[in-house]
């Protein structure tokens, strides 16, 4: 398996501000991908993360509101920009490692509130 | 486009009752398919992932199955424990190639009772 650490676990913030969430993988990553669960809801796919170049944004989610980077193999970010009470989630990120096959591991999430 | 569902949304049963959650998918060509567990706030634990080419994959008291032609997988638990109680999801991937993105059913909400 793979251990999946994310940060923060969770933040309240206000409307208008914006938050970095960081997600760590403690093993070589194949593919790595962060995806939203709305109160209530299943998780939606928001993008995958590319290394060394721009994440590929899933239909209703752009780049300007969910900037995302991903410097190396097993490291990847993902901003919340100009958040609104709407943006309130878990956001959880999700790698397939490379000895797993077609395992995806996801991290614990990071629980936002927006005021 | 992919569509999974997953039926009940909620199930509540005695402890040491066997546990049947159900997953449909609607495009038939998947690649594999996987069951995760979600406690409450938390995020995804994975559970048993099946290979197209499989018919069930086993993994202590948990069993899923998979029949492609009819787009249906069930996870059954064996002799459930309030331990088990959690939401049930399970995932496809959304194109037909590996490792690739998910798209989930809406989850199954499980209640053991002691």
């Known amino acids: 398996s793979a251990v999946i650490s994310q940060k923060p676990s969770r933040d309240i913030c206000q409307r208008g501000t914006s938050l970095t969430i960081q997600c760590q993988v403690d093993s070589q990553v194949t593919m790595m991908f962060w995806y939203r669960q709305q109160p209530g809801q299943s998780l939606t796919l928001i993008a995958t993360a590319n290394q060394g170049s721009e994440a590929t944004y899933e239909s209703g989610f752009v780049i300007d509101k969910f900037p995302i980077s991903r410097p190396n193999l097993t490291f990847s970010t993902l901003t919340v920009s100009n958040m609104s009470p709407e943006d309130s989630s878990i956001y959880l990120c999700s790698a397939v490692v490379s000895r797993s096959r077609e395992t995806q591991y996801f991290g614990p999430g990071t629980r936002l509130l927006v005021l | 486009k992919q569509e999974v569902t997953q039926i009940p949304a909620a199930l509540s049963v005695p402890e040491g009752e066997n546990l049947v959650l159900n997953c449909s998918f609607t495009d038939s060509a998947i690649y594999n398919l996987q069951w995760f567990r979600q406690d409450p706030g938390k995020g995804l634990t994975s559970l048993l992932l099946?290979?197209?080419?499989?018919r069930e994959q086993t993994s202590g008291r948990l069993n899923a199955s998979l029949d492609k032609s009819s787009g249906r997988s069930t996870l059954y638990i064996a002799a459930s424990q309030p331990g088990d109680s959690a939401t049930y999801l399970c995932a496809v991937p959304m194109i037909k190639a590996a490792g690739n993105k998910l798209t989930f059913g809406g989850g199954t909400r499980v209640l053991v009772k002691p």
């Open positions: 099946i290979q197209s080419s499989q």
